[in-house]
């Protein structure tokens, strides 16, 4: 009987062993196979790398199509202010009085019945279609943005005048996060007398209208691009002191602050090294804001007339020249309050989206 | 309460003599003279200096200016208008500014409001997306930029409005400037309100509020919008300084015989006493301004009050 017994056992086992073999070679395990059973809602625990702060606010940041886009168009308008104007054989200040008030004429596009030099001329009896290029015979003269009344280079002059607003915008970024900051943190951290009198001298000079304040600095001084980025410094850091000064009361009773006092950290370390990376991110998305706001008085100042001197330009400069004739030939104020306006735009977008990355609460809003 | 208000209203004047003084030494140091005549001879410029009381010490002429100033006596033009006194200039220019600024906000702040309250309670919708859209554009276009679109398109193309002011027509051509300068303040309203809503409209109270069964309309005017309401106010303050005084440009686009386009003369025609005078006017207005709001804010809010009180101490 063993023997028999064995012999079928073995018979069997070797069987089952080759039918396994069988239907795990021609089996494919699919994902949908085995399921929890029961609860169909219950999902599976998926494990994340932990990341640093920078990191998933730079994740949160690039979700932000708007942002995105800002962040795009502003590199795309720093490489044309530093290369466009140098891509024409005009110069912004290069005068040539035969070629006055030409429209924009781009060689390409000129065979598509754009941008060809053509231009409308209202008149009583009419609207009439007149080509300058052809007319006062410059059928080789190329002009892509136009010429001005004084016969210049509007291509050259719009990407001239957007480098000193791009310069405006680094002395506001620098204003913010040396002056204000340091006031705003200074003031806070120490409190009582120091507090209340830094306190006092920021709500003076935020009562004195900032118009005022650079009006008045641009007649005692010589107009110029100094005496503007000094105007800025006086006035940009109030905002942002407010903000810094905020964060720092709010901070500063902190048991993390404490701990560091108590391992004997002096007030330097404990302003820069503690509690600023704490705050760094309001402080960073306040300055976004506040570039806007420099460009635009930049661009008012100019506009007004007490911004850089001539031949020097900048883009409000630009729009108040061409303003004086838009009714003529409004095609010379397009370029520059298309720049302005991106420019601005563009900033504001971005400062949305890095609040919006920085600080993931506020998003609900 | 009236220890917060007396604190408020010291500060404000003590804001007001600084400001003067301020004004006061930059005049100093302004270059050029307002006697700049050559007919006029050594002895003359001294008596034109005693007359005006230049030649006294600067301290005793500080006093004169501040005692001056307080009294309503803003100086007298030396250049824009021989021996005018600044008043009177001031007297048909300010109403202008401040009616157009005024129609500006009031255009601004109704508009704003009701984009942001739709926008909150309709959250995540086209109407939300189109709020958005309209708080960008309006905080990123500068206001001249609206002011020559318009004047080009309802003014030029259209002929709907006049282009430039007309002094006989006060209210028609003030249309177009009221409306470009009301586009930033529609802009800021408009986001502040928003989120505010959105704070208050996801809080506690107002859930409770809408458990006890009131009905929707109670909760909106009565609860949420009345809550909102209160950070907005502090925004709106500087923006009704900043449309009266911001509004420089615009009155240049448009032609506009107000303050904005006498600062410009007087700055140009070196007008000193003029550009100071105006100086010290726009700042009372923003001081003035400024402390009405810090005062209705305690009013409104106590809690402001209390920790203001403290944090003075």
Same mark, same amino acid.
């Given at each position: 009987?063993?023997?028999?017994q064995?012999?079928?056992?073995?018979a069997a086992?070797?069987?089952?062993?080759?039918?396994e073999?069988?239907?795990?070679?021609?089996?494919? $395990?699919?994902?949908?196979?085995?399921e929890?059973?029961? @609860?169909?809602?219950?999902?599976?625990?998926?494990?994340?790398?932990?990341?640093?702060?920078?990191?998933?606010?730079?994740?949160?940041?690039?979700?932000?199509r708007?942002?995105?886009?800002?962040?795009?168009?502003i590199? #795309?308008i720093?490489?044309?202010?530093?290369?466009?104007?140098?891509v024409?054989?005009y110069?912004?200040?290069? &005068? @040539?009085?035969?070629?006055?008030?030409l429209?924009?004429?781009?060689?390409?596009?000129?065979?598509?019945?754009?941008?060809?030099?053509?231009?409308?001329?209202?008149t009583?009896?009419?609207t009439?279609? &007149?080509?300058?290029?052809?007319?006062k015979?410059?059928?080789?003269?190329?002009?892509?943005?136009?010429?001005?009344?004084?016969?210049?280079?509007? $291509?050259?002059?719009?990407?001239?005048?957007?480098?000193?607003?791009l310069?405006?915008?680094?002395?506001?970024?620098?204003?913010?996060?040396?002056?204000?900051?340091?006031y705003?943190?200074?003031?806070?951290?120490?409190?009582g %007398?120091?507090?209340t009198?830094?306190?006092r001298i920021?709500?003076?000079?935020?009562?004195?209208?900032?118009?005022v304040i650079?009006?008045?600095?641009l007649i005692?001084?010589?107009?110029?691009?100094?005496?503007?980025? !000094?105007?800025?410094?006086?006035t940009? $850091?109030?905002?942002?002191?407010?903000?810094?000064?905020?964060?720092?009361?709010?901070?500063?009773?902190?048991?993390?602050?404490?701990?560091?006092?108590?391992?004997?950290?002096?007030?330097n370390?404990?302003?820069f090294?503690? @509690?600023?990376?704490?705050?760094?991110? &309001?402080?960073?998305?306040?300055?976004m804001?506040?570039i806007?706001?420099?460009?635009?008085?930049?661009a008012?100042?100019?506009?007004?007339?007490?911004?850089?001197?001539?031949?020097?330009?900048?883009?409000?400069?630009?729009?108040?020249?061409?303003?004086?004739v838009f009714t003529i030939?409004p095609?010379?104020?397009i370029?520059?309050?298309i720049?302005?306006?991106?420019?601005?735009?563009?900033?504001n977008?971005?400062?949305?989206?890095?609040?919006?990355?920085?600080?993931? %609460?506020?998003?609900?809003m | 309460?009236?220890?917060?208000?007396?604190?408020?209203?010291?500060?404000?004047?003590?804001?007001?003599?600084?400001?003067?003084?301020?004004?006061?030494?930059?005049?100093?140091?302004?270059?050029g003279?307002?006697?700049?005549?050559e %007919?006029?001879?050594?002895?003359?410029? /001294?008596?034109?200096?005693?007359?005006?009381? !230049?030649?006294?010490?600067?301290i005793?002429?500080f #006093?004169?200016?501040v005692?001056?100033?307080?009294q309503?006596?803003?100086?007298?033009s030396?250049?824009?208008?021989?021996?005018?006194?600044i008043?009177?200039?001031l007297q048909?220019?300010l109403?202008?500014?401040v009616?157009?600024g005024?129609?500006?906000?009031?255009?601004?702040? @109704?508009?704003?409001?009701?984009?942001?309250?739709?926008?909150a309670?309709?959250?995540?919708? =086209?109407?939300?997306?189109?709020?958005?859209?309209?708080? =960008?554009l309006?905080?990123?276009?500068?206001?001249?930029?609206?002011?020559?679109?318009?004047?080009?398109t309802c003014?030029?193309?259209?002929? $709907?409005?006049?282009?430039?002011?007309?002094?006989?027509?006060?209210?028609?051509?003030?249309?177009?400037?009221?409306?470009a300068?009301?586009?930033?303040?529609? /802009?800021?309203?408009?986001?502040?309100?928003?989120?505010e809503m959105?704070?208050?409209?996801?809080?506690?109270y107002?859930?409770?509020?809408?458990?006890?069964?009131?009905s929707?309309?109670? *909760?909106?005017?009565?609860?949420?919008?009345?809550?909102?309401l209160?950070?907005i106010?502090? =925004? *709106?303050?500087?923006?009704?300084?900043?449309?009266?005084?911001?509004s420089?440009?615009?009155?240049?686009?448009f032609?506009?015989?107000?303050?904005?386009?006498l600062?410009?003369q007087?700055?140009?025609?070196?007008?000193?006493?003029?550009?100071?005078?105006?100086a010290f006017?726009?700042?009372?207005?923003?001081? #003035?301004?400024?402390?009405?709001?810090?005062?209705l804010?305690?009013?409104?809010?106590?809690r402001?009050r !209390?920790? %203001?009180?403290?944090?003075?101490?």
């Open positions: 009987m063993n023997k028999k064995k012999a079928a056992a073995a086992a070797a069987l089952a062993a080759q039918r073999a069988e239907s795990t070679e021609n089996f494919e $395990w699919r994902d949908d196979d085995f929890l059973c029961g @609860i169909s809602s219950i999902k599976a625990d998926t494990n994340f790398q932990s990341q640093s702060f920078w990191r998933d606010a730079f994740g949160r940041f690039r979700k932000n708007g942002a995105v886009f800002a962040i795009f168009c590199i #795309f720093i490489i044309m202010a530093i290369i466009g104007p140098m024409t054989d110069t912004y200040f290069g &005068q @040539i009085l035969a070629q006055q008030n429209s924009p004429r781009v060689p390409v596009l000129e065979n598509l019945g754009i941008l060809n030099g053509d231009q409308a001329l209202r009583t009896t009419g009439i279609i &007149q080509n300058g290029y052809f007319d015979g410059f059928e080789d003269v190329y002009y892509w943005f136009g010429s001005d009344t004084l016969g210049r280079d509007i $291509w050259t002059r719009t990407w001239t005048g957007t480098r000193i607003s310069y405006i915008a680094l002395v506001a970024v620098i204003c913010d996060m040396v002056i204000g900051m340091s705003g943190l200074i003031s806070g951290y120490f409190g %007398k120091v507090d009198l830094m306190q920021a709500e003076i000079a935020n009562s004195i209208p900032t118009l650079v009006t008045l600095l005692v001084l010589k107009p110029g691009l100094q005496t503007i980025t !000094l105007a800025l410094i006086l940009g $850091w109030i905002g942002m002191s407010r903000i810094a000064r905020a964060q720092m009361l709010k901070l500063k009773e902190q048991e993390f602050v404490l701990a560091s006092r108590t391992l004997g950290a002096g007030s370390r404990i302003i090294r503690e @509690i600023l990376p704490n705050i760094i991110s &309001q402080l960073i998305t306040n300055t804001f506040s806007p706001n420099a460009i635009f008085t930049e008012f100042l100019s506009f007004v007339g007490l911004g850089v001197p001539t031949p020097m330009c900048s883009l409000g400069s630009l729009i108040s020249d061409a303003y004086k030939y095609y010379q104020i370029p520059p309050v720049v302005l306006v991106l420019l601005m735009m563009c900033f977008m971005l400062g949305d989206g890095l609040r919006d990355a920085l600080d993931p %609460k506020m998003k609900q | 309460m009236k220890k917060y208000v007396l604190k408020r209203i010291l500060i404000s004047l003590v804001t007001l003599l600084v400001i003067l003084l301020v004004l006061f030494l930059l005049l100093q140091f302004m270059p003279s307002p006697f700049n005549d %007919k006029l001879t050594e002895a003359q410029i /001294a008596l034109l200096n005693a007359k005006y009381g !230049l030649d006294k010490p600067v005793i002429q #006093f004169n200016y005692t001056s100033m307080l309503g006596d803003l100086g007298v030396y250049n824009i208008s021989k021996n005018t006194p008043v009177q200039l048909t220019r109403p202008t500014s009616r157009i005024g129609q500006a906000v009031v255009l601004g702040a @109704i508009i704003g409001l009701v984009l942001g309250v739709v926008a309670l309709k959250h995540n919708s =086209v109407i939300d997306t189109l709020c958005t859209v309209v708080s =960008v309006g905080a990123s276009v500068p206001s001249y930029v609206f002011a020559l679109f318009l004047a080009y003014g030029f193309q259209l002929g $709907w409005f006049p282009q430039l002011f007309q002094v006989n027509h006060p209210y028609i051509s003030s249309v177009l400037p009221s409306v300068l009301s586009m930033f303040t529609i /802009a800021s309203i408009a986001r502040f309100t928003r989120s959105l704070e208050v409209l996801d809080s506690d107002l859930l409770l509020a809408a458990s006890k069964g009131l929707e309309r109670a *909760l909106i005017m009565r609860h949420t919008l009345r809550n909102a209160i950070p106010i502090t =925004v *709106l303050a500087p923006l009704i300084v900043s449309l009266m005084t911001g420089l440009v615009v009155e240049k686009i032609a506009i015989p107000g303050i904005g386009s600062m410009v007087a700055i140009q025609s070196n007008d000193h006493s003029v550009t100071i005078a105006l006017v726009y700042s009372a207005m923003y001081v #003035f301004i400024m402390l009405i709001v810090d005062i804010y305690g009013i409104i809010d106590p402001i !209390l920790a %203001k009180e403290d944090s003075h101490e």
